[in-house]
């Protein structure tokens, strides 16, 4: 069987949970099926890996437009598959046309959808309603949906109630062990001006609505004092997204000392180093349909303050592995109260802060739940059987 992964990200260009997913099923999937990927941007020196560009046409247009696009040509390469499986908006309407095209099995895997996230309208403009039409068309005609949460299936369904239950199946994601794993190294530590000796929140993410950065640099003006705080927070979503968290930024470090910020895209040595030495791993998310970063942490044996919202719950198990903050969204996924938000995020924050061995307990526990639980062998092995179940279902 010939299996084609359609993604928007792949490396060496990855920026969210979605491309760090397809990198890794990609290379486990290999051993058990044929493989092609997919993905967007320029080209990559990777065997079976083909990348597109915008087409020239569209570079003057609407982002979403620019997307669609693309779907285009990509799903045109897909002749000789015999199955596309296809991650995010951005590439599941090239998993929809190629079904149309070539009649052969269309798996989409969710790892947001559109709807629950109203502030792309901020980035996208009328592009929102574009992206928004290509996933439920996408979607509703795929021939098997994977949720990488519990609480992602239950969204899809509740999102889109035109689609059968027994469609849409939990595949959770999974996280490299071996690759993230306690590092003894201090020299990011250096590199970047954070001190090895005294205790530090970190933050990894997007500037985006979704991740909540906002949230925490208000909550930060609680921290314990001589504490540190580590944001590696790049790629913001939005010229507005990014003054706005450059003005918290400023105001925070004018009145508190020890505001680390990293701006560029970390090399992975470096930042397993960063969450290796962190006393706590901090997420404040108000949506995440699975959180691949707070596996990482967990990995890395450093314990997690998240929110407990969409799939975090499944991940972080609260007072075991870290603490989670709970949250009372309003109908934009925004805290009802961000104000409450903020001081219950600071008052979990701050318990790890003064309680490193506690701290430390969580983290090697985080570690023992992510070996035992997330697995990307066991990923592949059940996505390849969905396949297989898909395929034959066509055949009937």
């Given at each position: 069987m010939r299996v084609d992964l359609l993604t928007r990200e792949y490396p060496p260009d990855v920026y969210g949970g979605a491309g760090v997913h397809v990198a890794y099923l990609a290379r486990e999937?290999?051993?058990?099926?044929?493989?092609?990927?997919?993905?967007?941007?320029?080209?990559?020196?990777?065997?079976?890996?083909?990348?597109?560009?915008?087409?020239?046409?569209?570079r003057q247009a609407?982002?979403?437009?620019?997307?669609?696009?693309?779907?285009?040509?990509?799903?045109?390469?897909?002749?000789?598959a015999d199955l596309v499986h296809s991650?995010?908006?951005?590439?599941?309407?090239?998993?929809?046309?190629?079904?149309?095209?070539?009649?052969?099995?269309?798996?989409?895997?969710?790892?947001?959808?559109e709807p629950l996230r109203p502030w792309k309208a901020e980035q996208l403009g009328g592009g929102y309603a574009l992206s928004s039409w290509a996933e439920r068309t996408a979607l509703l005609g795929a021939d098997a949906i994977i949720a990488v949460s519990e609480a992602m299936r239950r969204d899809v369904l509740r999102v889109y109630p035109e689609i059968p239950?027994?469609?849409?199946?939990?595949?959770?994601?999974?996280?490299?062990?071996?690759?993230?794993?306690?590092s003894p190294g201090i020299g990011a530590l250096r590199r970047y001006g954070i001190d090895p000796a005294v205790p530090y929140a970190v933050f990894v993410g997007r500037v985006t609505r979704q991740k909540g950065l906002p949230h925490l640099l208000r909550a930060a003006r609680s921290l314990e004092p001589g504490?540190?705080?580590?944001?590696?927070?790049?790629?913001?979503?939005?010229?507005?997204?990014?003054?706005?968290?450059?003005?918290?930024?400023?105001?925070?470090?004018?009145?508190?000392?020890?505001?680390?910020?990293?701006?560029?895209?970390?090399?992975?040595?470096?930042?397993?180093?960063?969450?290796?030495?962190a006393t706590v791993f901090v997420c404040p998310s108000v949506y995440e349909p699975m959180g691949i970063v707070n596996l990482e942490a967990m990995a890395c044996e450093t314990a997690v303050v998240a929110t407990a919202t969409g799939g975090i719950p499944e991940v972080v198990e609260d007072g075991v592995t870290g603490l989670l903050v709970p949250i009372d969204q309003g109908p934009d996924g925004e805290p009802a109260d961000p104000g409450a938000f903020a001081a219950a995020l600071?008052?979990?924050?701050?318990?790890?802060?003064?309680?490193?061995?506690?701290?430390?307990?969580?983290?090697?526990?985080?570690?023992?739940?992510?070996i035992e639980h997330f697995s990307w062998r066991r990923v592949a092995e059940r996505t390849r059987d969905l396949y297989a179940e898909v395929a034959e279902a066509g055949r009937r």
């Open positions: 999937l290999r051993d058990l099926v044929e493989v092609r990927v997919r993905c967007f941007g320029e080209p990559r020196a990777e065997p079976g890996v083909r990348a597109y560009r915008v087409p020239d046409g569209l609407n982002a979403a437009l620019q997307v669609l696009g693309v779907d285009v040509e990509m799903a045109a390469g897909c002749a000789d991650h995010t908006w951005y590439a599941n309407f090239a998993g929809h046309l190629a079904k149309l095209l070539y009649g052969v099995p269309h798996v989409a895997t969710t790892h947001s959808l239950p027994d469609r849409v199946r939990v595949i959770h994601n999974g996280i490299d062990t071996g690759e993230y794993a306690p504490a540190q705080l580590v944001l590696c927070a790049g790629e913001p979503d939005t010229p507005e997204i990014a003054e706005e968290v450059t003005g918290l930024v400023r105001e925070l470090s004018a009145t508190r000392e020890r505001v680390v910020w990293i701006t560029k895209m970390l090399p992975r040595d470096e930042l397993i180093e960063i969450l290796t030495h600071a008052d979990r924050v701050n318990a790890l802060l003064r309680d490193p061995a506690r701290a430390a307990a969580m983290g090697k526990a985080g570690r023992r739940r992510a």
